[in-house]
C-alpha cells in the first residue's frame, strides 16, 4: 500500500494551499487505492522547527521519511516557497527523500509566478532525492475555487 503525506508550506494552516494539496493527495490515494493522506501543517510546527529535540517537528521528518508519496505544497512568497517549508526539509539527511515520489503543487497570483517557484520547489526535491512527478502543479490563486475539479484532473493525468 502507497503511504501518502501531505505537507503544506503555508504559514496559516487551513490555507487554500493547503486545501489543494489536501485534495491532490486525496485524489492520488483514491486513484492507487491507498489510505487517505497523512496532513503536515508545518504553520502548525511553530517555533519547534527551531528547537532540537521537539516532538512535533520530529514525527513530521519521520512522516516524510515513512511516506512513498509526498504532495509537497506552498504559496509563492517572494519568489519562491516559503521559508517554513525549507527550514522543514532542511531537517532531511542528504538525499532523505531517495526512493519517493513528490508531486510540487504552488499557488501564486500569477501562472508565469506559480510556474517559477514550481520549478525552484522541484529543483529542492530533487536535490533531496526524490522523483518528481511531471509535470508539478502551479496553480494561480483565481482558479483556486475549482480545487476540487483541480486535483482531480491532475490526479487522472499524473498516473
Do not use: C, H
Not at 46 to 58: F, V
Not at 131 to 143: H, R, S
Amino acid at each position: 500500500m502507497t503511504a501518502i503525506v501531505v505537507v503544506s508550506g503555508n504559514p496559516r494552516a487551513g490555507s487554500r494551499t493547503s486545501a489543494l494539496a489536501i485534495a491532490v493527495g486525496e485524489a492520488i490515494a483514491a486513484r492507487l487505492g491507498a489510505a487517505t493522506p497523512a496532513v503536515i501543517e508545518v504553520g502548525e510546527l511553530g517555533a519547534g522547527l527551531l528547537t532540537k529535540g521537539d516532538e512535533p517537528t520530529a514525527a513530521a521528518v519521520a512522516a516524510l521519511a515513512g511516506a512513498d508519496l509526498l504532495v509537497v505544497a506552498t504559496p509563492t512568497y517572494k519568489g519562491s516557497y516559503t521559508g517554513l517549508l525549507k527550514v522543514l526539509l532542511d531537517q532531511l539527511p542528504n538525499q532523505g527523500l531517495a526512493g519517493k515520489r513528490a508531486v510540487p503543487v504552488v499557488t501564486a497570483g500569477i501562472a508565469p509566478q506559480a510556474a517559477a517557484a514550481e520549478a525552484l520547489l522541484r529543483q529542492l526535491l530533487v536535490e533531496l532525492g526524490a522523483t518528481v512527478l511531471q509535470p508539478g502543479l502551479p496553480v494561480v490563486e483565481a482558479d483556486l475555487p475549482e480545487t476540487a475539479e483541480i486535483a482531480q484532473k491532475y490526479a487522472a493525468a499524473a498516473l
